[in-house]
């Protein structure tokens, strides 16, 4: 009827909350790759590689570089090379599949719609991250795009980038410590006891941090904030409450059998170097 | 002015024929990422993979890696894994990565790495490029707020003696090499690139406590420390079985002796009659005998192993409890409160 002489402009939804999630590590390679890029090239580009979780949030764990040309109007991208390397990476990890491709660069730029179509003979709905490396805005942008393809009639017209909710929380580096992470050089990895130092010591300022903010409240300086007021009463209400004697006898207990484990390594110590002096010994017979 | 210049160039020309040693390994934060990355995704199993970097002078920088897939025992595909290998090297060249092999990186389980493989390993790699490392990383104790980041290479006295595979008790006292010397350990320095290290101070989160924290004021220890004190009784069980072989060899080889003395006395008294009778001595020797074949000595290279997997528990078990001991006067504190 109506329908068939209005040309509908059509807009397909996304489906339902799409978000993803980035790995350190991609982010780490990305930088890599800008940083050794060929000569003339103003911006680098590759795949993602990860799974769809089953909440539907992209799981962006790994990455590489793929070369490329590209021109005002055209985008020549190494298609053998990118397959040689997914093949490869099937091999050590046949989990990762592929889930979108990266490029620097602010936003999304000319070529990208070319490079996007590509990838979406790949895989449904691929993921486009940016990752601003000029720092423009003098920030870290890092943005996810999947792209929305609008349609006039039954003709495909254009495709939308449209942003979606990008993970960036890092777990993994945190793992790892950003203190080694963000300096360009650390002379050492840190050992046990000195890690356990640095933990104690932010744990110490926290203590005081809370001490400090207490003690206003008390002396009127600060305004209460309810809600800091209830986090910090949980916080003490989770130790559990023990009575002293017990306490004691845990901590003690605890101690003994840490104390009996120093002595035993060290008596497995003792006796390793007597074996070795008794070895050379038996040598000389 | 020109003289002492020139000296000191050719000084230097002939300093840099002598390869320097190996003092520090720099690694890329991005390599130190992969390698965890890798081992943790299969942590249940050992797996391994290449690190590719450059070897400037005392330095050897380790700027990337990329992992090996996991082994199997067929023939066919371990040659489609140095295909792998080979198509890897020539992809990563392409996107202008270090293309040059500076050793491997493995995963452990609790340390326990120090193992025949890894030396064949070790001099399987030494045999194409001069300077390779290891680097060892343990999944299990990262979970502890640990970087568990070890770099080894084989000490050169080592490497000479397996070389001859003489591991004998005489060799070794003529080199004085003890356990201690196999595996030396190269400090480790992190290095990230100017960009990465902008985006990271960025991307670090605003609160204060960061995840390892968590890690390392966990109370539980317990199931690493029984792993750890298991494994390290049946190293002892490994070492006294290594002990008991030592005990048997020299048992057999004084045995030998004595007969061999026995033998002796007994030609020595023939000789002497034969003399009186004015017949030709025999000689005092005869190698056809079995008693002068000589024993073969156990090698002791297993053994040196072991001893060196065990002070690697041992150091393990205290780094641990000290850890355990702060944590609980910690505990202590705040329950006073």
Redesign the interface.
């Known amino acids: 009827m109506t329908a068939s002489k209005h040309t509908v402009l059509q807009f397909v939804p996304l489906t339902s909350s799409l978000s993803a999630r980035v790995?350190?590590?991609v982010?780490?390679?990305i930088?890599?790759?800008?940083?050794?890029?060929?000569d003339q090239a103003e911006r680098v580009i590759g795949t993602l590689l990860g799974s769809v979780l089953p909440d539907g949030t992209v799981d962006i764990?790994?990455s590489y570089?793929?070369?490329h040309n590209e021109s005002s109007d055209q985008v020549a991208l190494?298609i053998d090379?990118h397959h040689?390397?997914y093949l490869?990476h099937q091999?050590?990890?046949p989990k990762e599949v592929i889930v979108g491709w990266y490029s620097t660069g602010f936003g999304v730029s000319g070529g990208s719609e070319l490079i996007h179509d590509f990838y979406s003979r790949e895989v449904a709905n691929p993921v486009h991250l940016t990752v601003d490396?000029s720092?423009q805005n003098g920030?870290?942008v890092?943005k996810a795009f999947t792209s929305v393809n609008l349609s006039l009639g039954d003709r495909p017209l254009a495709a939308q980038f449209q942003e979606i909710p990008l993970d960036?929380?890092?777990?993994?580096?945190?793992?790892?410590?950003?203190d080694?992470?963000?300096?360009?050089?650390?002379?050492?990895?840190?050992?046990?006891?000195e890690?356990?130092e640095a933990?104690?010591e932010?744990?110490l300022?926290?203590i005081d941090d809370v001490y400090k903010y207490v003690d206003d409240v008390v002396e009127h300086r600060v305004a209460p904030d309810n809600s800091i007021g209830r986090t910090l009463a949980d916080s003490v209400a989770s130790?559990p409450k023990?009575s002293?004697g017990s306490?004691d006898k845990l901590?003690n207990d605890?101690?003994q059998d840490?104390?009996l484990?120093?002595f035993?390594?060290?008596l497995?110590?003792t006796q390793?170097s007597l074996?070795?002096k008794l070895?050379?010994a038996?040598?000389i017979? | 002015m020109v003289n002492p210049l020139t000296r000191s160039f050719l000084q230097a020309a002939a300093s840099e024929e002598v390869a320097s040693p190996l003092r520090v390994v720099q690694i890329?934060?991005?390599v130190?990422?992969?390698i965890?990355?890798?081992c943790k995704?299969f942590s249940s199993a050992l797996v391994t993979g290449q690190l590719l970097g450059l070897d400037v002078g005392s330095v050897l920088e380790v700027?990337?890696c990329f992992?090996?897939?996991i082994r199997e025992e067929d023939e066919e595909i371990e040659a489609d894994g140095a295909n792998?290998q080979l198509?890897?090297m020539r992809?990563l060249r392409?996107?202008?990565?270090d293309n040059n092999t500076v050793g491997w990186y493995q995963s452990t389980l609790l340390g326990s790495f120090q193992t025949v493989e890894l030396v064949e390993t070790f001099m399987n790699y030494q045999e194409n490029i001069k300077r390779c490392v290891c680097i060892i990383y343990d999944p299990s104790k990262?979970n502890q707020?640990?970087?568990a980041?070890k770099a080894f290479k084989l000490s050169d006295s080592f490497m000479d003696l397996y070389r001859t595979n003489n591991f004998t008790?005489?060799k070794?006292?003529e080199k004085n090499l003890?356990?201690v010397d196999i595996f030396e350990e190269i400090?480790?320095?992190?290095?990230?690139?100017?960009?990465?290290?902008?985006?990271?101070?960025?991307?670090?989160?605003e609160t204060?406590?960061?995840?390892?924290?968590y890690?390392?004021?966990k109370l539980s220890t317990d199931p690493f420390?029984e792993r750890n004190?298991e494994f390290?009784i049946e190293c002892?069980d490994d070492?006294s079985m290594e002990?008991q072989k030592?005990q048997y060899y020299?048992r057999n080889l004084s045995r030998q002796q004595a007969q061999q003395q026995a033998w002796l006395q007994k030609r020595r008294a023939e000789n002497m009659a034969r003399k009186a009778a004015g017949e030709e001595p025999l000689p005092e020797e005869d190698p056809s005998n079995p008693i002068f074949k000589p024993i073969a000595e156990p090698s002791?290279l297993e053994s040196f192993l072991i001893?060196n997997q065990?002070?690697n528990?041992?150091n393990q078990?205290?780094?641990?409890?000290?850890?355990?001991?702060?944590?609980?006067y910690?505990?202590?504190a705040?329950?006073n409160k």
């Open positions: 790995h350190p590590v982010i780490f390679s930088c890599d790759y800008y940083v050794r890029r060929p764990r790994n570089a793929v070369p190494d090379y040689n390397m490869s091999k050590v990890n490396t720092f920030e870290a890092i960036l929380r890092l777990i993994e580096a945190e793992r790892v410590g950003f080694i992470l963000k300096k360009t050089i650390v002379d050492k990895i840190p050992n046990d006891l890690g356990m933990s104690m932010r744990l300022t926290l130790l023990i002293s306490f901590m605890r101690l840490h104390l484990l120093v035993l390594t060290s497995t110590r390793l074996a070795e070895n050379t038996a040598q017979l | 890329e934060g991005l130190i990422l992969k965890i990355k890798h995704e700027t990337n992992p090996f897939p792998y198509e890897m992809c392409e996107v202008n990565v990262s707020g640990v970087l980041l008790g005489e070794l006292r003890s356990w400090p480790i320095k992190v290095s990230n690139s100017a960009l990465v290290s902008a985006f990271m101070t960025e991307l670090e989160a204060p406590v960061a995840q390892c924290d890690d390392r004021l420390m004190v390290l002892m070492l002990q030592f020299y002791r001893t065990i002070a528990y041992c078990i205290n780094g641990v409890t000290g850890q355990s001991f702060s944590r609980l910690l505990m202590k705040l329950n």
